[in-house]
């Protein structure tokens, strides 16, 4: 399930993303992208515009920050069981 795309990315590692499914601080997420190897990471400090702490990004499409450094474009996503029941 794809939780947010990179829009950008500065030199120092703090990415900007933008929200697509809900995720909190603490969750283990995939980042997969152009030019990158996948891999797993724990999800850290994130940021809003205005630069205050979130644990959780709860708005579609809300653009917020974390520090991750990979390129523009990149998906970060985790899994879902995908089993019917």
């Known amino acids: 399930q794809v939780c ?3 829009e950008s ?3 120092e590692g703090l990415a900007t ?3 697509r499914n809900k995720f909190t601080q603490g969750d283990t997420l ?3 992208g152009p030019d990158l190897r996948p891999f797993a990471f724990e999800v850290g400090e994130m940021f809003d515009a205005d630069g205050v702490a ?3 990004p709860k708005t579609p499409q809300m653009r917020f920050t974390l520090r ?3 390129p523009p474009y990149s998906i970060l996503r985790h899994s879902v069981a995908l089993s019917a029941k």
Request: glycine content about 0%; hydrophobic content about 50%.
């Open 4 to 6: 947010a795309i990179v």
């Open 9 to 11: 990315c500065t030199p």
């Open 17 to 19: 993303c933008s929200l």
């Open 30 to 32: 995939e980042a997969v």
């Open 54 to 56: 979130l644990t959780e």
């Open 68 to 70: 991750l450094p990979v």
